[in-house]
């Protein structure tokens, strides 16, 4: 049984850095593509980053364009943890962050090609 749980969110400040983590069990990280995606009341669910199967030494990740040069998406395959480190953190960041997992062949950015997710983490900027 795959299980995602989330840690790390919670209330900043404009500018301060926050991680997220998300340990995985039931799964491996080299058959399934990760990836954090969030959402706000009122919205669908939108991809942040995503991190390729683990097939070598090649990674592909990928990142939203409103996020690209501050989040970093990241794995510890010895921990089966991924993580996603927030710098430069904005009001408009605020969300609840959720982790998720494809088992399948899919894009990175498609919200329905992934099958597996985290119960949510809240993170709140303030201005």
């Known amino acids: 049984q795959v299980q995602l749980v989330e840690s790390g969110g919670g209330l900043v400040q404009a500018g301060d850095s926050l991680r997220l983590a998300c340990a995985a069990s039931g799964l491996t990280f080299s058959g399934h593509g990760l990836a954090w995606l969030r959402q706000v009341p009122g919205k669908a669910r939108a991809f942040v980053a995503a991190?390729?199967?683990?097939?070598?030494?090649?990674?592909?990740?990928d990142y939203a364009d409103s996020v690209k040069g501050r989040f970093t998406i990241s794995r510890d395959s010895a921990k089966s943890t991924f993580y996603l480190s927030m710098n430069s953190l904005k009001p408009e960041d605020t969300a609840v962050y959720y982790c998720?997992?494809?088992?399948?062949?899919?894009?990175?950015?498609?919200?329905?090609?992934?099958?597996?997710w985290g119960q949510g983490a809240q993170v709140t900027v303030s201005s």
């Open positions: 991190i390729s199967r683990r097939l070598g030494i090649t990674v592909y990740t």
């Open positions: 998720a997992a494809r088992g399948a062949p899919g894009t990175f950015r498609t919200v329905s090609d992934y099958n597996f």
